[in-house]
Nanobody
Framework: EVQLVESGGGSVQAGGSLKLSCETSVNLDRGYCAAWFRQAPGEEREEVVS????????YSDSVRGGRFIVSKNNARNVLYLQMSSLRPDDSGTYYCATAPGWDCRQKTFNDWGPGTQVTVSS
């Protein structure tokens, strides 16, 4: 059973930064895609970024450009999301997810963490 636990959420003012972590029970460099999703109240869950086993990343248009940076520590099986220049519309529950595979495009993610809340105030 895959286990994922996010941490690092909190409340910040617009323009601030947060770094999320996701401890996983899978080998992130051995055939697992990983991703960060977020969901605001009343909205659909959005894939923010995915990273494949060899480190190739795909960012959503809403965060592309360097505001959000995904990384991972393969030795510790931890996924990170460094978020900067945060805006109120970045608020929501952030989830990490994993799925077996080497190509993360159009990936259906099977396993999810419980989520961590991010609140950005103006």
């Amino acid at each position: 059973e895959v286990q994922l636990v996010e941490s690092g959420g909190g409340s910040v003012q617009a323009g601030g930064s947060l770094k999320l972590s996701c401890e996983t029970s899978v080998n992130l460099d051995r055939g697992y895609c990983a991703a960060w999703f977020r969901q605001a109240p009343g909205e659909e869950r959005e894939e923010v970024v995915s990273i494949d086993p060899i480190g190739r990343t795909r960012y959503s248009d809403s965060v592309r450009g360097g505001r959000f940076i995904v990384s991972k520590n393969n030795a510790r099986n931890v996924l990170y999301l460094q978020m900067s220049s945060l805006r109120p519309d970045d608020s929501g529950t952030y989830y990490c997810a994993t799925a077996p595979g080497w190509d993360c495009r159009q990936k259906t993610f099977n396993d999810w963490g419980p989520g961590t809340q991010v609140t950005v105030s103006s």
